[in-house]
């Protein structure tokens, strides 16, 4: 009877929900207990006192059925509760300064010319105004504010550099729009042909020394230190000294297809600053001839004098002499628009060492043939009174 009531006793743990006790560790442990436990005194006491000693071991067994299935529960894992919503900090990632040597700074001023050339070069919106007696003209739709150009210019400059460099240009904002006068800009020293002779760099800063050409293929050069501080990337923190020119706009008659290229352009500007021929060397004799003819347009005929051959067999007339043509007799714009439409897009043909022409259609007059004349320093040149 006592055997039954321990077996239900234990039963009844065994269906507990929440413990799991091995069977074979059950059957164990009961054997233990029964094998451990004193024999009982023969007394009026026998039925009174066996319930509460298994009551005490029904207990312990209780506990350390409990205690045997947490361990296993904490040593699988099969049962552990599962938190979605737990996140695991993440330690920031620190982003290194990059090794700055002197070709990536050469590269670094460069860029940052560039970006400062592109704000004060941005051909803008096309519309011009006149402001107190100057003209401007609207900033693009991405350069429309300083906060944008500050933004632009803020990738190679450091926010205060960058700020600086909007300041010491003349900008206004003009109807809630920025504008900046309308004329063109050019470098006064080789901001892109810059070489880096000495880099000093510590963890975040760096000095560079540069020697920057004077001119296009000049050996003068300047010697400038800059300091760069590093943001995400290497920035320049000082005002650049960048200088720049204004270029005489060229002006066209906007009933003219004649367009120049950008290398015609840089050597019509280079040719009006300085005439001499030299400037033109590198030129093909179609592009000699849309610079004669922009000169023309222009009136400078100074430009158109020094384009005609010096040969001595081929000169017609003196410096002098050209000088005191009237302008009656050089022909109105729309005549020199209408003589040579379509020579840009023109055949040259040489016909001797040193002769030759353009064979172009100007569509009212069919084909026109415009001389060329080799000069003796081997440079193509124009022909007096190229057209006959």
């Given at each position: 009877?006592?055997?039954?009531?321990?077996?239900?006793?234990?039963?009844?743990?065994?269906?507990?929900?929440?413990?799991?006790?091995?069977?074979?560790?059950?059957?164990?442990?009961?054997?233990?207990?029964?094998?451990?436990?004193?024999?009982?005194?023969?007394?009026?006491?026998?039925?009174?006192?066996?319930?509460?000693?298994?009551?005490?071991?029904?207990?312990?067994?209780?506990?350390?059925?409990?205690?045997?299935?947490?361990?296993?529960?904490?040593?699988?894992?099969?049962?552990?509760?599962?938190?979605?919503?737990?996140?695991?900090?993440?330690?920031?990632?620190?982003?290194?300064?990059?090794?700055?040597?002197?070709?990536?700074?050469?590269?670094?001023?460069?860029?940052?010319?560039?970006?400062?050339?592109?704000?004060?070069?941005?051909?803008?919106?096309?519309?011009?105004?006149?402001?107190?007696?100057?003209?401007?003209?609207?900033?693009?739709?991405?350069?429309?504010?300083?906060?944008?150009?500050?933004?632009?210019?803020?990738?190679?400059?450091?926010?205060?550099?960058?700020?600086?460099?909007?300041?010491?240009?003349?900008?206004?904002?003009?109807?809630?729009?920025?504008?900046?006068?309308?004329?063109?800009?050019?470098?006064?020293?080789?901001?892109?042909?810059?070489?880096?002779?000495?880099?000093?760099?510590?963890?975040?800063?760096?000095?560079?020394?540069?020697?920057?050409?004077?001119?296009?293929?000049?050996?003068?050069?300047?010697?400038?230190?800059?300091?760069?501080?590093?943001?995400?990337?290497?920035?320049?923190?000082?005002?650049?000294?960048?200088?720049?020119?204004?270029?005489?706009?060229?002006?066209?008659?906007?009933?003219?297809?004649?367009?120049?290229?950008?290398?015609?352009?840089?050597?019509?500007?280079?040719?009006?600053?300085?005439?001499?021929?030299?400037?033109?060397?590198?030129?093909?004799?179609?592009?000699?001839?849309?610079?004669?003819?922009?000169?023309?347009?222009?009136?400078?005929?100074?430009?158109?004098?020094?384009?005609?051959?010096?040969?001595?067999?081929?000169?017609?007339?003196?410096?002098?002499?050209?000088?005191?043509?009237?302008?009656?007799?050089?022909?109105?714009?729309?005549?020199?628009?209408?003589?040579?439409?379509?020579?840009?897009?023109?055949?040259?043909?040489?016909?001797?060492?040193?002769?030759?022409?353009?064979?172009?259609?100007?569509?009212?007059?069919g084909f026109m043939g415009f001389q060329m004349i080799k000069d003796e320093d081997g440079y193509w040149s124009v022909g007096f009174m190229?057209?006959?």
């Amino acid at each position: 009877m006592n055997e039954k009531f321990n077996d239900n006793f234990l039963h009844s743990l065994k269906n507990r929900p929440d413990l799991a006790p091995r069977k074979e560790f059950k059957e164990e442990l009961k054997t233990k207990l029964f094998e451990e436990m004193p024999e009982p005194k023969q007394s009026r006491t026998k039925g009174r006192s066996l319930v509460p000693n298994l009551l005490v071991a029904a207990f312990i067994m209780a506990g350390i059925f409990l205690s045997v299935d947490l361990i296993g529960i904490g040593m699988d894992g099969q049962n552990a509760p599962q938190d979605q919503d737990i996140v695991q900090p993440v330690e920031p990632t620190i982003e290194e300064p990059t090794e700055l040597d002197e070709t990536t700074a050469d590269k670094l001023i460069g860029e940052a010319f560039n970006r400062y050339d592109s704000i004060l070069n941005d051909e803008g919106t096309g519309q011009a105004f006149e402001y107190k007696g100057e003209l401007y003209r609207y900033m693009s739709e991405e350069f429309d504010s300083k906060e944008k150009v500050v933004h632009y210019l803020a990738e190679s400059f450091t926010p205060d550099a960058a700020q600086q460099l909007i300041e010491n240009h003349p900008f206004i904002v003009y109807k809630g729009k920025l504008a900046q006068p309308d004329v063109s800009y050019e470098a006064s020293y080789e901001w892109t042909n810059t070489t880096a002779i000495k880099v000093r760099t510590s963890e975040t800063m760096s000095d560079v020394t540069y020697e920057i050409p004077v001119s296009e293929g000049s050996r003068e050069v300047n010697v400038q230190s800059f300091r760069m501080l590093y943001d995400q990337r290497w920035k320049f923190s000082v005002v650049m000294p960048f200088s720049f020119r204004v270029i005489e706009k060229v002006e066209k008659s906007s009933e003219s297809s004649l367009a120049l290229t950008q290398e015609e352009m840089e050597a019509y500007h280079e040719f009006s600053q300085d005439p001499t021929e030299a400037h033109l060397k590198d030129l093909s004799p179609i592009s000699i001839a849309k610079i004669y003819v922009q000169a023309s347009l222009d009136e400078r005929y100074d430009l158109v004098y020094e384009m005609y051959t010096d040969r001595p067999e081929y000169v017609r007339w003196t410096k002098q002499e050209d000088a005191n043509i009237p302008q009656s007799d050089r022909g109105t714009k729309d005549d020199i628009l209408s003589t040579f439409d379509g020579i840009e897009d023109g055949e040259f043909i040489q016909t001797s060492d040193n002769d030759g022409y353009i064979k172009y259609d100007n569509g009212g007059e069919g084909f026109m043939g415009f001389q060329m004349i080799k000069d003796e320093d081997g440079y193509w040149s124009v022909g007096f009174m190229p057209i006959q």
